[in-house]
Nanobody, 114 residues
Framework: QVQLVESGGGLVQAGGSLRLSCVVS????????MGWYRQAPGKERELVAR???????NYADSVKGRFTISRDNAKNTVFLQMNKMKPEDTAVYYC????????WGQGTQVTVSS
């Protein structure tokens, strides 16, 4: 069974940075398109960044130019570097495989203060 373990969240001031990690076990990240999602209170979960098998990336308009998704194949880990953060980035962040979802991990809370 695939397990997704997210970490790296926390409290940061607006304009600050965080780096999230997602360790994947039971599947190989280099053989899957992987993505980062977030869910803010009272809102639906949304896909904010995706990295494809051959390394191309795409982003939601709300994070384009500020967030960067990457992966370390040797560590079977997906990262999300978040810069110039805004209060509206406050959410629980999750990683998963967009094309065919795995069971969700516990996520990691990100809070951006103004």
């Amino acid at each position: 069974q695939v397990q997704l373990v997210e970490s790296g969240g926390g409290l940061v001031q607006a304009g600050g940075s965080l780096r999230l990690s997602c360790v994947v076990s039971g599947s190989i990240v280099s053989m899957n398109n992987m993505g980062w999602y977030r869910q803010a209170p009272g809102k639906e979960r949304e896909l904010v960044a995706r990295i494809q098998i051959f390394g191309s990336t795409n982003y939601a308009d709300s994070v384009k130019g500020r967030f960067t998704i990457s992966r370390d194949n040797a560590k079977n880990t997906v990262f999300l570097q978040m810069n110039k953060m805004k209060p509206e980035d406050t959410a629980v962040y999750y990683c998963n495989r967009p094309a065919s979802l795995f069971y969700w991990g516990q996520g990691t809370q990100v809070t951006v203060s103004s």
